[in-house]
Each structure stands twice: as C-alpha cells, then as structure tokens.
C-alpha cells in the first residue's frame, strides 16, 4: 500500500484493553464511538496513532471453552485463540473509525509501515506475547518513549496494611510494579500491565500511563495535562517515600493489589 512511512513525529501508541471493547455478554459499542471521537479530534490536531487492542471477554471465553472441552491443554493453542480475538476485535474497531483508520489490521510491530492514513489498528502477534507487549515494540520501533495503557483499572492502587484503605500511585518505578504482579505472562492474564511487557518497557527506557475508561481523562492524558492514573517509569529514588516497606508487604494476588470496576 503507498503513502508515507510511519516517522518519529507525532504518532502516540495506544493500547486499548480489550475489556473495553468486549466486556461481558456483548460489544460496548456506546465506548467504541466515544472514543473514535477523542481520537478523531486528537488526529485534527496533527497527531496520528497505533492502536494495539486486547481480546477482552470474548477471548476469554473462547480460551474457557477450550480448556474446558480439550483432553489435553495446550497452552499455545490457547495463546493463538486469545491472538485471533485481538484481530478480531482490532478489525472491527478499525472498520467503524472509516476513512480515517487503515483498514489492515497490523501483524508485526518490527517491520516498517506505509500508510496514508492517521491511524492504524494492531492486535497479538507471537505466542506468549500479549498486546501490552506488542505495545512496546511499536513504542520502540518508532521512538516514542510513552504509551498510553487504557484499561479496566483507573491505574495501580496500594491498599495499605489493613487491606482496606487504598492510595493510587500516581507515578511508581517499574521495579516496584513488577513486584506487585506475577512474574509469569500466562494467556487470559488479566494485570494492568503484563509481566513481560514491564520488563521489556524498563529495558527500554519506556513510560507506561495506566488510565481507566474515562476518555475526558483520556484526551487530559493525550493533551499533556493532569489525569488520573499511574506513570509506571524508570527506577527513581524518592519516588513516594510515605510507603514503608514496600517491597516487604507487597501484595501477591492480583486482586488485593488493584482496584477493578
């Protein structure tokens, strides 16, 4: 396809969980045109955009279905299940942003791009590689040194000793985030920002804003202005001195340490 090859000006990479495309039971088809509205007026102002969505719900499902009904789980076909939701639902968002959206759904994050267009949709690509990952590698393989992550979290929550009260990071080092979370990727993980991703995000010298569903929130964060969510950075000492002990205490199931809606 000609056009003009993806540059190191003015493209964002966004990945858009794919909790919020699919939910539950359906398609939340009311957030999917809110958010080509943001975008379509973010693109109006000369920024352009990877998008990289997740499976959500239906890719869970499929996965449940598979390991419920097969004699013998095999992981990879489970992985390769989640990787066609994400096309999936990549195709579909990528359909409904029309004229402005390249209507491919993109494979691989290493190789160059040529489009004319403002935006371009991505989904899984290898086994063990969720698109968090996928992310970072369009992140890298264009300089950019940020993603947004949009998820079904407002951003990483501590929820101090007592279990009950809850502080959200506003900015937390990638060696502590990555203590609070599993140390393994396993198909259908459900983390604001999966293991291996993290890993390769702090090797890379790349950012990660973790932000809920809230698209006002959404376009404060595009637009460079204060939102809410977590920064997850590079390893900086007196980040947020009021916890103690952090890493003693740190919380290993996933659901203690997260705040979901």
Same mark, same amino acid.
């Given at each position: 396809?000609?056009?003009i090859?993806?540059g190191?000006?003015n493209?964002r990479?966004i990945s858009?969980?794919?909790?919020?495309?699919?939910?539950?039971? $359906?398609?939340?088809?009311?957030?999917i045109v809110e958010f #080509?509205?943001?975008?379509?007026?973010?693109?109006?102002l000369?920024k352009?955009?990877?998008?990289v969505?997740?499976?959500?719900?239906i890719?869970?499902a499929?996965?449940?279905a598979?390991?419920m009904?097969a004699?013998?789980?095999?992981n990879d076909?489970?992985?390769?299940?989640?990787?066609?939701?994400t096309k999936?639902n990549?195709?579909l968002?990528?359909?409904?942003?029309e004229?402005i959206?390249?209507k491919?759904v993109?494979?691989?994050p290493? #190789?160059k791009? $040529? $489009?004319s267009k403002?935006?371009v949709?991505?989904?899984?690509?290898?086994h063990?590689w969720?698109?968090?990952y996928?992310?970072?590698?369009?992140?890298?393989?264009?300089?950019?040194?940020?993603?947004?992550n949009?998820t079904?979290?407002d951003?990483?929550?501590?929820?101090?000793?007592?279990?009950e009260s809850?502080?959200?990071?506003r900015?937390?080092?990638?060696?502590?985030?990555?203590?609070?979370? @599993?140390k393994?990727?396993?198909p259908?993980?459900?983390? @604001?920002?999966?293991p291996v991703?993290?890993?390769?995000?702090?090797?890379?010298?790349?950012d990660v804003a973790?932000?809920?569903q809230?698209?006002r929130n959404?376009e404060?964060c595009?637009?460079?202005?204060?939102?809410?969510?977590?920064?997850?950075?590079?390893?900086? @000492?007196?980040?947020?001195?009021?916890v103690?002990?952090?890493?003693k205490?740190?919380?290993?199931?996933?659901?203690? $340490?997260f705040?979901y809606e």
């Open positions: 396809m000609g056009g090859n993806i190191r000006v493209w990479v858009l969980g794919g909790s919020l495309i699919f939910p539950q039971t $359906t398609i939340n088809t009311n957030f #080509k509205k943001v975008i379509v007026r973010q693109v109006n000369g352009r955009f990877i998008i969505c997740g499976g959500g719900n890719a869970r499929y996965q449940s598979y390991k009904i004699s013998k789980v095999d076909i489970a992985d390769l299940i989640g990787i066609k939701a999936l990549a195709q968002v990528a359909g409904i942003f004229d959206a390249d491919r993109i494979d691989n290493s #190789k791009i $040529t $489009t403002s935006v949709f991505a989904g899984g690509w290898k063990g969720s698109t968090d996928v992310a970072i590698l369009f992140a890298n393989n264009i300089g950019a040194q940020r993603i947004i949009m079904n979290v951003g990483v929550y501590d929820f101090g000793e007592d279990g809850k502080t959200l990071f900015r937390i080092t990638w060696d502590d985030y990555t203590a609070m979370i @599993p393994k990727w396993t259908g993980l459900s983390t @604001p920002f999966d991703a993290s890993k390769e995000a702090q090797r890379k010298g790349i973790v932000i809920g809230n698209l959404f404060l595009l637009d460079g202005e204060k939102f809410k969510g977590t920064t997850i950075v590079g390893n900086s @000492p007196n980040l947020y001195p009021y103690q002990n952090f890493k205490r740190r919380l290993r199931r996933t659901e203690d $340490t705040l």
